[in-house]
């Protein structure tokens, strides 16, 4: 008893760690209540509807890799909904035919609870699908922030769009828990049986340069079968520099963040599949994704395996498996639909993004940026003059008919989402699709030329 006491006083030695305590206590307490109630509902009554369904959304997502006996139940649906998805792919995934609908994963890590929120008013559509995901280094406190945020919007609870992971992952940026993280997303969109057809990958440091209007009006055109994906095969020196080292990745086994750790042995190359690499941001097609996730074929669970010791894995797992894969070579485009800047000669790490290169931005045609300060003021201009988008609002669009005067929000009322407003971005875009989609420079996709990343271009060897 005494023993107790004395413990329990030498560990509240501030006078406001006992509240600081208390927080996260009851926060974790209100999750566990939700949870129960949740599952309650979810077992009981698995095709709800109403009000409550998004933070039902919610649930359902930590139940995803949770006991057994939830997984019971939710394994005959998952599989259901994705032969679902397979039988209707054929014919393009999204079967009224309408304009293309993009799935975005925008993730951060501690601190980017407010930028994934600004991303995600800049990137919304109700067209859209997208999965909001804080890794495991971000305190629960945050992640239930922005699940409540996302629950709170009215916008959100009528469209049931948005859905964020309640339970983080584990993410090491340049390890293979990278790829589960953005695999693990990807199966939640095939479960939940969701209409898309792209998939995006964002980070909370990215930023939309136009419209989600001018994005889908441009795709709306755009051959859905193709995969945007900028790559190169590694060849020569570096293919022993990058290929034959094994690294272990502690975010797989580990519940706190660790280095990637390289063992002193080396291994073979490989001579099953010929490596690739590139850009790690992707903008990949359903029936890639659907490929990946099922792995009906043995090469894409090979290449996983393969990447799970790779240093930069997400720079080359969807890259390999794409090139090496029998029918979606034809269908790479060699770019990653980023402004990216980097060093001349490039650094590990792309330039922090600021007002000094708004022009190159926006000439450059890309639909997104990287990487920005949190809150820099280019952002601001780019909300002004490219997307012009008020704060806290979203990114407005020809869905958005609601009164306008007085400084109303006019996304809060919600018109017909396949009808869009393309503006100059459109026209940007248009340019950079024209030049990507050009045979000469699709001609390079999956080839062994080699890529200058600065210039974005195929390297042709021309003797003179
Ligand atoms: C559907 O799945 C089967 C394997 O079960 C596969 O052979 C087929 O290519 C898939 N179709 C599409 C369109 O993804
Ligand atoms: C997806 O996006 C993140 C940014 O949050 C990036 O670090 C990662 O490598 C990307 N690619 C893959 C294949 O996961
Ligand atoms: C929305 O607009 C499209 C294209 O103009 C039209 O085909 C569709 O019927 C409209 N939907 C509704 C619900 O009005
Ligand atoms: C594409 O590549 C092939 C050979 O790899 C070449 O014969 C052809 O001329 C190229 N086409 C263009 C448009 O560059």
């Known amino acids: 008893m005494r023993k107790n006491k004395w413990v329990f006083n030498s560990g509240q030695t501030r006078p406001f760690s006992d509240r600081l305590w208390l927080v996260p206590f009851l926060a974790s307490l209100l999750v566990t209540i939700t949870l129960l109630l949740g599952c309650a509902f979810g077992l009981f009554a698995p095709f709800h509807g109403g009000g409550d369904s998004v933070l039902l959304d919610v649930i359902s997502l930590t139940n995803w890799d949770g006991p057994d006996i939830y997984l019971k139940d939710s394994d005959a649906e998952v599989t259901s ?16 035919n309408g304009p293309p609908r993009i799935a975005y994963l925008i ?10 929120r600004r991303t995600l008013q800049a990137v919304y559509h109700p067209r859209n699908q997208y999965i909001l995901h804080l890794d495991l280094e971000a305190p629960p406190r945050e992640r239930i922030e922005l699940a409540m945020y996302v629950k709170g919007d009215p916008t959100f609870s009528q469209v049931e769009n948005v859905r964020v992971i309640v339970k983080g992952n584990l993410v090491t940026y340049k390890g293979p828990t990278m790829i589960a993280c953005t695999l693990h997303a990807v199966s939640i969109l095939l479960k939940e049986n969701l209409k898309w057809d792209w998939f995006i990958n964002l980070s909370a440091s990215d930023y939309p340069l136009m419209t989600q209007d001018d994005i889908l009006h441009v795709f709306s055109t755009v051959p859905r079968d193709l995969n945007f994906i900028e790559h190169m095969k590694i060849a020569g020196w570096k293919l022993f520099q990058r290929g034959r080292p094994i690294v272990i990745d502690p975010g797989l086994y580990l519940s706190k963040k660790f280095d990637l750790v390289t063992t002193t042995e080396k291994r073979e190359l490989p001579t099953s599949f010929e490596l690739y690499t590139g850009s790690a941001w992707v903008m990949l097609t359903r029936a890639f994704l659907d490929y990946c996730i099922w792995g009906w074929d043995q090469l894409p669970r090979n290449v996983l395996m393969y990447y799970a010791n790779f240093i930069s894995s997400p720079e080359g797992y969807f890259h390999t498996v794409i090139c090496n894969g029998h029918g979606f070579q034809s269908t790479v485009v060699g770019h990653d639909l980023h402004y990216i800047a980097w060093d001349n000669p490039p650094k590990q790490h792309p330039l922090t993004l600021s007002s000094k290169d708004y022009d190159r931005m926006v000439k450059s045609g890309a639909p997104f940026a990287r990487k920005f ?27 958005c008919t609601g009164e306008t005067d007085g400084g109303a929000d006019p996304c809060s009322g919600r018109g017909n989402d396949s009808i ?27 080839s062994s030329l080699p890529y200058d990343q600065s210039k974005r271009k195929w390297v042709t060897r021309t003797r003179t």
Request: overall charge negative.
């Open 81 to 96: 909904a994705i032969s679902f998805t397979n039988s209707t792919d054929s014919g393009g995934s999204d079967s009224d």
């Open 373 to 399: 300060a949190r809150d820099d003021r280019v952002l601001d201009r780019i909300d002004q003059e490219l997307l012009r988008r008020s704060e806290g609002q979203f990114t407005p669009g020809a869905w």
């Open 420 to 446: 869009f407003r393309p503006g100059p971005g459109a026209e940007r875009l248009k340019g950079l699709m024209a030049g990507v989609l050009s045979e000469e420079y699709r001609n390079g996709s999956c």
């Open 107 to 116: 993730t951060g890590t501690k601190g980017d609870g407010q930028r994934i």
